[in-house]
């Protein structure tokens, strides 16, 4: 069972990873060589991203590694870059944060111990939808049998006309 | 003097405590004496609330104004060097104006709603009333006890500190103000739905009235979360508009439960379904309004911009919100079910069951959002673990959600009441949705590779297709009949159905921004590279040249700003000017981006480290179709506004008819 | 309701018991969260448990701030280590920087406890100035110019202090302003931890 979650989820945070992400990958290698001043972001930047876009600024709190400008931030790009120079994978380096930071400096809680919770979570939240659909209309449907259709052919009002301003009127009398 | 100015504006906030009390007492005794003169005096008791919280704001601003630094709050929150126009939105600076004007805007938003709705709903009003002074009292003993604006010291400082720089900003100036003022005007509403749940019936003016104001609250919190939007995109210097941080989604919780009601009151307008639920709706929304006071400033959840957290607030605004919930909720598990009409929804496909789709959706993503936003302070209190839930979780998992809704943005609002069939569906369908796997396959070829931006783009297409074919159908019909030209017939219908073509503004509207956020999530290109004058980037269809960069001085800060020229392919040019700016009085830096702004995209620069001899860091990026979310948000502006300039309806009573069981009971 | 004739008791009673199941549910939820809440305001949002709690000591070995002197962690096995990461630009170290001082003096002399300071992102002459101001620690501090001992000891933000047992591992961490109080806890459990 756990093994079937598990796929599941792995499977839909496969199919549902943003673009961005991958497509930042293949951004403009296209730029000619005949101009030599032009400026290309190099892989190992493209790398550095996609590592520390993962990674939570451990006093911004709200902000990825990457995109925040504390000084915290500053150095573990630095950090990173160096270990990206010395042939570190992706996940050597999470890991490596990971080991002294905790999960909190993860941008995602890991898909490990009680987290598929907040991954099965959604699912759980559309199937109970679904059912509460299903029930809701099923009985509706079967009100409608039997009911003539015809009853409230025509315009579209509602049976409940009643106003408070007549209501207190009524209360008057 | 200026120290009896601030004295005069605690008095009048204390004098209106005493008043929110005396209005309420009174609005209950009415109930049970049945003395109209009761109910008289708590409205004229409301009145006096808002003028009186009037005067204790504007004592406030003026103490801003005239640099009174023997206010404390003024010395906290301004500076002499500070410009006037901050030195007018420091107001909402911090914890404590910021309350006060989340008072303000109750205590006006209560005067209104007593005063417009007073004849319309004289059995509501006691409740009414009761609730909205109720809400009143909890603000201002908060605002009296525990954050007190009015405090002065003696002597006076020399000097304030500064306003918090992020502050001074246009954007940031008036993103707050529109969002507390969406967030209360949620009070009206849930006022109603109390006054509701407590009469056991919601009529005809209760539709109308709850529509209105949740329209108007939902129209000022989109435009507070869209401008909070907007300045995170200016000054954040992040590239991007929303970073799923929780205080974003805290705003964007009652958002979605509150487009949830404004489509469900639909049903209970037309075929008097959901009656039970609309009321849960608005106080849940309202409810949620209140959680995301409670989070941003209890310091529950850290967060970009948490304020200055203080547990003995948090604890107070926590049980302010127990209960509220547990008599708004309490009353509603008590009495809800007096509200349940005789029907249900009838079909799986008909315009009710389409606004059940859409209930859940907007229902499940608010889930959603508060699982997420929630989950790592459960962890941490079960567990004592720390994790992050952020933008990557919610990116994954809302995308499908917003996908549907987006699918039934085109179906709903074309099918018809009651019961449609598959026959009829695909006569309207079919080529809206040929259309759109049409668009989907060419966007493939064109570079649309994530599955997702092709759905989204194909979808976006065909709720397009299906609207304007619609519109076109109901255009050419009404021709033939009046043999009038298209525009007349066109403006003919739209007059007669303000509420159906102002809902489809709002959906063009929506569209429009969907479009903008398709194009900035999923085509964007970001590149940071080290620059030294004289060497160029590409960033779009721009080639971007780096001149140099020189010191500055602005009014209260100095700067480092750098020069580069753009130019496109077809040969214009330009200059765009990114700044690293350093406040001097609170030590703090913030970068400031420079932004060429077109229709297709924006070219964006932000400056990192300087490394010497002009070189630095330099991150560019290209944000196609950014200003579309901008302009769409116009568009729903619009349709709002179309939508409310018709009249209410007039409730002619109809004195034949017997009271229903529920005003008996 | 009159229109409607054939809203029957049964479907009454039905409608009531749909409402009867999400009543206990709203109910539910709302006591869950209140409880959350309520647990989540008693507790320190910036306590951030670190997983280096039990495992082994970074062995650094760095220069001594205004000495030609290099200093290594595993020098002091033996001995409990208190590890103080400072910095002359934080403003929390100010607050704690009489209790280093007192503590240090009062600990130190028994052999049993090793004081250290790591002077992180700063550069020597702020650091000497801010001591020279303050006090100077009776203890060596090490630098840590760019901040990279910071990083491996999983620092979020100074003052951030590590106490190490007699064996090298970590027993215990403490982030923000040391107290008297807080120190002799920590102190215990570095002496409890094997």
Do not use: E, Q
């Given at each position: 069972m756990r093994f079937l979650i598990a796929f599941v989820c792995i499977s839909l945070s496969l199919s549902l990873a943003p673009a961005s992400l991958f497509a930042a990958e293949t951004v403009k290698d296209t730029v000619s060589k005949k101009e030599p001043e032009v400026k290309v972001e190099s892989e190992l930047e493209k790398k550095l991203r996609f590592v520390a876009s993962m990674l939570r600024c451990p006093v911004c709190q709200g902000e990825s590694v990457y995109d925040s400008h504390a000084d915290v931030a500053v150095e573990m790009k630095r950090l990173i870059r160096e270990k990206i120079e010395a042939g570190e994978t992706a996940e050597e380096i999470l890991t490596y944060f990971k080991d002294r930071y905790g999960n909190f400096v993860l941008m995602e809680p890991p898909a490990e111990g009680l987290h598929w919770v907040i991954w099965v979570f959604p699912i759980f939240m559309a199937l109970l939808g679904g059912l509460f659909l299903f029930q809701n209309l099923r009985t509706g449907a079967k009100d409608l049998q039997q009911?003539?259709?015809?009853?409230?052919?025509g315009q579209e009002t509602t049976d409940d006309n009643s106003s408070e301003v007549s209501d207190i009127k009524e209360l008057r009398l | 003097m200026s120290g009896s100015l601030i004295e005069i504006g605690l008095g009048a906030t204390s004098l209106s405590l005493i008043i929110a009390i005396a209005s309420m007492v009174l609005a209950f005794l009415s109930l049970y004496r049945g003395a109209p003169s009761f109910l008289h005096s708590a409205r004229h008791g409301m009145i006096l609330i808002a003028v009186l919280t009037t005067i204790g704001c504007f004592t406030i601003i003026w103490s801003f104004v005239i640099k009174d630094f023997s206010v404390l709050y003024v010395a906290q929150n301004s500076n002499s060097q500070l410009p006037l126009l901050y030195r007018l939105t420091a107001?909402?600076?911090?914890h404590e104006g910021s309350l006060m004007l989340w008072l303000w805007y109750l205590a006006t938003f209560s005067a209104i709603a007593v005063y417009v709705h007073w004849k319309s709903h004289p059995l509501s009003m006691p409740y009414v009333i009761m609730t909205l002074a109720g809400l009143q009292i909890g603000f201002m003993v908060f605002i009296l006890f525990l954050s007190n604006p009015f405090i002065e010291v003696h002597p006076a400082l020399p000097d304030g500190r500064d306003l918090n720089p992020l502050l001074q900003d246009p954007g940031l100036a008036f993103h707050p103000p529109t969002l507390y003022m969406g967030y209360v005007a949620f009070s009206i509403p849930f006022a109603f739905a109390i006054a509701a749940l407590a009469r056991g019936q919601s009529g005809r003016e209760w539709v109308v009235t709850t529509r209105r104001w949740t329209l108007f609250a939902w129209v000022t919190l989109t435009s507070g979360i869209l401008l909070g939007g907007y300045w995170a995109y200016y000054e954040l210097g992040w590239g991007g508009y929303w970073a799923w941080d929780p205080v974003e989604n805290a705003s964007l919780m009652p958002w979605l439960t509150g487009t949830a009601f404004l489509h469900s009151i639909m049903a209970q307008d037309q075929r008097n379904l959901f009656q039970t639920w609309n009321v849960f709706l608005v106080i849940t929304t309202f409810a949620l309004s209140l959680l995301g006071t409670f989070l941003v400033r209890s310091g529950v959840l850290t967060s970009?911009?948490?304020?200055?957290?203080?547990p003995g607030r948090g604890a107070y605004i926590l049980g302010f919100l127990v209960v509220v919930s547990v008599i708004a909720y309490g009353l509603l598990v008590w009495r809800?079910?007096?509200?349940?009409?005789?029907?249900?929804?009838?079909?799986?496909?008909?315009r009710e069951s389409a606004l059940l789709y859409n209930n859940l959706l907007f229902v499940a993503a608010a889930i959603i959002v508060l699982t997420g936003t929630l989950y790592p302070l459960a962890i941490e209190v079960l567990t004592g673990e720390r994790v992050s839930v952020a933008a990557p979780y919610f990116n994954k998992v809302m995308a499908p959600v917003m996908l549907g809704i987006v699918l039934l943005m085109g179906l709903g609002p074309l099918i018809p009441w009651r019961k449609s069939s598959y026959k009829k569906m695909q006569q309207q369908f079919t080529i809206p949705f040929g259309l759109a796997v049409l668009i989907a396959v060419v966007a493939y070829f064109l570079g649309a590779t994530d599955v997702i931006a092709m759905i989204a783009i194909g979808l976006v297409g065909f709720v397009f297709a299906a609207t304007f074919m619609d519109i076109f159908g109901a255009v050419k019909a009404h021709m033939k009949v009046t043999e009038r030209s298209w525009f007349s017939s066109l403006s003919i219908l739209a007059g007669n159905n303000q509420r159906r073509y102002g809902g489809f503004i709002v959906h063009l509207g929506t569209l429009v921004l969907i479009i903008g956020v398709i194009g900035s999530a999923f085509f964007k290109e970001e590149a940071t590279v080290n620059m030294k004058p004289g060497d160029q980037v590409v960033s779009g269809p721009y080639t971007l040249t780096y001149k140099t960069i020189v010191p500055q001085k602005g009014p209260n800060y100095t700067e480092r700003m750098a020069f580069f020229e753009w130019k496109k392919q077809d040969g214009t040019t330009g200059t765009l000017t990114p700044s690293k700016r350093n406040y001097p009085v609170t030590q703090t830096v913030t970068t400031e981006a420079s932004i060429l702004s077109t229709l297709v995209g924006d070219l964006y620069v932000v400056l990192g480290n300087e490394h010497g001899k002009g070189e630095v860091t330099t991150r560019v990026f290209w944000n196609p179709l950014v200003n579309w979310v901008w302009i769409g948000w116009m568009i729903v502006l619009l349709g709002v506004l179309f939508a409310m300039t018709k009249r209410a309806p007039k409730i002619v009573s109809t004195p034949n008819k017997k009271p229903t069981e529920e005003v008996m009971a | 309701m009159t229109t409607h004739p054939q809203t029957t008791k049964a479907q009454k009673a039905e409608t009531q018991k749909t409402v009867a199941w999400w009543q206990f549910a709203l109910i539910g939820v709302m006591i869950m969260m209140f409880i959350l809440f309520a647990a989540g305001l008693g507790r320190d949002s910036k306590f951030i448990p670190s997983p280096l709690i039990g495992k082994p000591a970074y062995d650094f070995n760095l220069k001594q701030l205004g000495a030609e002197k290099q200093i290594k962690?595993?020098?002091?096995?033996?001995k409990i280590v208190v590890l103080n990461f400072w910095a002359s630009w934080c403003v929390t170290c100010r607050e704690e920087h009489h209790v280093l001082l007192e503590s240090s003096k009062a600990v130190q002399p028994s052999g049993k406890v090793q004081f250290i300071g790591v002077n992180s992102k700063d550069t020597d002459k702020a650091a000497f100035g801010f001591m020279d101001k303050r006090g100077h620690f009776p203890y060596p501090s090490v630098i840590d110019r760019q901040g990279r001992l910071a990083l491996e000891y999983g620092v979020y933000g100074m003052p951030e202090t590590f106490f190490i047992n007699k064996n090298g591992v970590i027993a215990a961490k403490h982030i923000g302003a040391l107290t008297h109080k807080i120190l002799a806890d920590k102190l215990k459990q570095a002496e409890a931890l094997q």
């Open positions: 009911t003539k259709l015809d009853d409230f052919d | 107001l909402w600076g911090a970009v911009h948490s304020f200055a957290a203080d809800g079910h007096r509200l349940i009409g005789p029907h249900k929804v009838s079909s799986l496909i008909s | 962690l595993s020098d002091y096995k033996g």
